[in-house]
């Protein structure tokens, strides 16, 4: 268990809908950051919060965005949801900001649209 | 632009016997290098990482990897496969030297009994 919790574990939607996706990071740590996992695409950064703060974009579309609130839980909001958008969605925490700091994932979302 | 290439998308090797997952990678940087083990319906775990100085890098489960920068490559190996080592594995390099991580395809490990 790396201690950051992902809800909801699974989330089954139709095209053109919103999901929210919630993470909550392992206590202490500072950053969070957003991946995505295909069989399309693998795994790839979306976008990165320190302390409130975006600090990096990955390849994350117009139609996704992010946050992280003031008690450094995240959202991630997918709308306009298109049949390629099925995925895992992993969060993963850090301590710091630091490249060499260590990412803890967490068991992910399984986002499925049909 | 920085890449990853892992070598094989599929490595099957007999319990006891040497694991060896190949990782090659790109970067204009010195890089830093991660290696991550994911288990079937389980989030990705860091089993070790390169960043400065010693160039084989110990991890956790008996595994260690080599930073050879003439090579450019960050291979996994383990002595003796353990049945518990099946799962997928996956190398990343920092991008740019910064937090955001790129993955490499991943290699699925299968250890036969």
């Known amino acids: 268990d790396s201690g950051v919790t992902q809800t909801p574990k699974h989330l089954i939607t139709a095209t053109g809908q919103r999901v929210t996706l919630r993470c909550s990071p392992r206590?202490?740590?500072?950053?969070v950051y957003w991946y995505q996992q295909s069989l399309d695409q693998g795994l790839q950064f979306l976008i990165q919060y320190y302390n409130g703060e975006e600090r990096a974009k990955g390849n994350i579309l117009e139609r996704f965005s992010a946050q992280q609130f003031p008690d450094l839980h995240s959202e991630l909001n997918l709308s306009s949801l298109e049949l390629g958008d099925s995925a895992l969605y992993f969060c993963?925490?850090?301590?710091?900001?630091?490249?060499?700091?260590?990412?803890?994932f967490g068991p992910g979302t399984r986002l499925t649209v049909l | 632009a920085q890449s990853v290439t892992q070598l094989g998308s599929h490595v099957s090797v007999s319990e006891g016997a040497l694991v060896l997952l190949r990782c090659n990678y790109s970067s204009s940087v010195p890089p830093y290098l991660f290696w991550y083990v994911q288990y079937p319906n389980q989030g990705l775990q860091l089993l070790l990482k390169?960043?400065?100085?010693?160039?084989l890098v110990k991890g956790i489960n008996g595994f260690e990897a080599e930073f050879k920068k003439s090579e450019t490559s960050f291979h996994l190996t383990k002595p003796s496969a353990h049945m518990s080592d099946a799962a997928e594995y996956f190398c990343a390099v920092s991008k740019d030297g910064t937090y955001k991580y790129i993955f490499g395809t991943g290699t699925r490990l299968k250890v036969l009994a």
């Open positions: 206590s202490g740590d500072l950053s």
């Open positions: 993963a925490s850090s301590p710091r900001l630091g490249p060499t700091d260590t990412q803890y």
């Open positions: 390169y960043t400065t100085g010693a160039t």
